[in-house]
């Protein structure tokens, strides 16, 4: 028998320098965050038409998923400027574009809270409350 057949060539658990990186974390969207939602929703709609919008909120969908892994996933950036441990995360992943960053905090050790969902060209300090 060959040796890969009889054991792992590595002990169980030994890649995980950090086991915090790979627990999934419960996701808390915030009033203001879902009136984001909806208004991004009815915006798209009015100016695209229904598919567009329906398509779009698959990538705002997608995005918010992505927080289920934390703070450290690709493309997550630390913003200390818009208050203490607030992250943005650009909606355009896997191939998709977007024009909307999530802004995020996470709440404990296992729950992001997702204060906003905003324009990229809009000031972002002066739409997060800390």
């Known amino acids: 028998m060959q040796a890969s057949m009889t054991r792992p ?3 169980p658990g030994s890649w995980i320098s950090n086991r915090e ?3 999934r974390r419960s996701i808390r969207i915030t009033l203001s965050a879902q009136q984001d939602i909806l208004a991004i929703r009815r915006w798209t709609r009015q100016h695209f038409g229904s598919h567009q919008a329906r398509t779009y909120a698959r ?3 997608l995005a918010l998923q992505a927080l289920h892994d934390g703070t ?3 493309g997550a950036k630390r913003r200390e400027d818009l208050g203490p441990v607030i992250h ?3 909606v355009a992943r896997q ?3 977007g ?3 999530i802004v995020f905090r996470q709440s404990g050790k296992h729950r992001i809270d997702v204060l906003r969902i905003l324009h990229e060209s809009m000031d972002l ?3 997060v409350e800390a």
């Open 21 to 23: 990186h790979f627990v």
């Open 88 to 90: 943005v995360l650009h």
């Open 9 to 11: 060539p590595w002990r």
């Open 95 to 97: 191939g998709r574009r």
């Open 125 to 127: 300090a002066r739409q």
């Open 59 to 61: 990538t705002l969908t």
């Open 99 to 101: 024009a909307h960053f």
């Open 72 to 74: 450290h996933i690709p």
